[in-house]
């Protein structure tokens, strides 16, 4: 039971460029959801699946696009990376009503 | 704008003392939870909390919860250095049961 997991770990991007950020859980959750982390901001939220087939957007889910692929994987795409998305990013999976479940993060830089 | 907010941002106790951390949000809620980050790490669960509680216990934490004043206080009792983490709190609210939102966090450093 791996819980959730996220890849890659590490990214480095020139902008422009544009990538995927994986993320799955194996814990049967309905809900999952993408976050940015940034010094002193706490975490944002970016979007949210509240089931398989739907997506939300979140409070900043400007210049990224989601895609919930089954029930166990949630995807974050960056289409043409920025400086500003710089930042750690957090997946978390949760079952109705209970407390999220996060991945390690992965770190992006874009340069 | 960010649902809830920590007060305060930053905390230094020596060990053994007790810390408490207060998270004041914006809008009705559905539950309230808890959250630790240790440096470089992913968010760890530690208490949630529903609207119609008012105090919850696990170990040597003690959350509360006041809806009328839409504030939700977090309390380690004699604390360790190893309690030395980033505390946040989230709220899920009425209605948007889904939609988990984070507070900006209180850093908090334990001195042995």
């Known amino acids: 039971n791996a819980g959730v997991t996220q890849t890659p770990k590490f990214q480095v991007l020139k902008t422009g460029q544009s990538m995927t950020l994986q993320c799955a859980q194996d814990?049967?959750?309905?809900?999952m959801y993408w976050y940015r982390q940034d010094p002193g901001m706490g975490l944002r939220l970016i979007y949210y699946?509240?089931?398989?087939?739907?997506?939300d957007k979140g409070e900043v889910p400007n210049g990224y696009n989601v895609s919930r692929l089954n029930k166990r994987e949630f995807s974050l795409r960056l289409e043409s990376a920025a400086p500003s998305q710089t930042s750690v990013y957090f997946c978390?999976?949760?079952?109705?009503?209970?407390?999220?479940?996060f991945g390690p993060g992965t770190r992006l830089t874009v340069t | 704008s960010q649902q809830g907010e920590e007060d305060p941002q930053a905390l230094s106790i020596q060990e053994g003392e007790n810390a408490t951390m207060n998270c004041s949000y914006k809008t009705s809620i559905n539950n309230l939870q808890w959250y630790r980050q240790n440096s470089g790490r992913g968010l760890v669960h530690l208490i949630l909390i529903r609207s119609n509680e008012r105090e919850k216990h696990s170990g040597r934490l003690r959350v509360t919860l006041d809806t009328s004043k839409k504030s939700s206080s977090l309390l380690i009792t004699a604390s360790r250095a190893a309690d030395t983490a980033s505390y946040f709190c989230a709220t899920v609210p009425t209605g948007g049961y889904q939609k988990v939102t984070f507070g900006i966090g209180t850093k908090l450093q334990v001195i042995p």
């Open positions: 699946s509240a089931s398989e087939g739907t997506t």
């Open positions: 814990m049967n959750h309905n809900s």
């Open positions: 978390a999976s949760r079952q109705q009503g209970n407390e999220q479940y």
